[in-house]
């Protein structure tokens, strides 16, 4: 007996995976990422933990070389630019609290990208003369 593929229930759905593998991997078969014209570029994974001494920002930036990432902070915000063969990468982190942006210490490894910061006050005591 011979299979009607009419009668498949996934057929739509492979079909459909088929035509978007297709249009990612293009007619060369290297995967082509259009930039949408942003300041920053791909979107990174991240996530940013704090404690009540120290926030701290774990990135997934795979396929960059070290020395392609630039970071920059102002005690507000984390600023991560990092380029690759294929795609570029740029988040604004808006940091959960005020960090010493002197106290930065970074790490790389694996596609793994971790900085950490120690909390600074919010605010500084004025004294009265």
Known sequence: MRRDDRDD?????FR?????????????GDVHIEQSGADY???LHLDVH???????VVA?????DKDAIDLKCDGE???IKAAADQR????RVRL?????????????????????FTRSEDASDISLD
């Open 9 to 13: 229930p996934f057929d739509e759905f």
């Open 96 to 116: 959960p609290a005020h960090v010493d942006e002197h106290s930065a210490n970074a790490t790389y490894n694996n596609g793994i990208l971790e900085v950490s």
């Open 41 to 43: 570029g791909a979107d």
């Open 60 to 64: 997934d930036v795979p396929g960059v």
């Open 50 to 56: 704090e404690t009540d001494e120290a926030v701290r």
């Open 16 to 28: 459909e995976l088929e035509r978007m593998m297709n249009d990612v991997m293009g007619a060369g």
């Open 77 to 79: 915000v984390l600023t």
């Open 88 to 91: 570029d990468y740029g988040e």
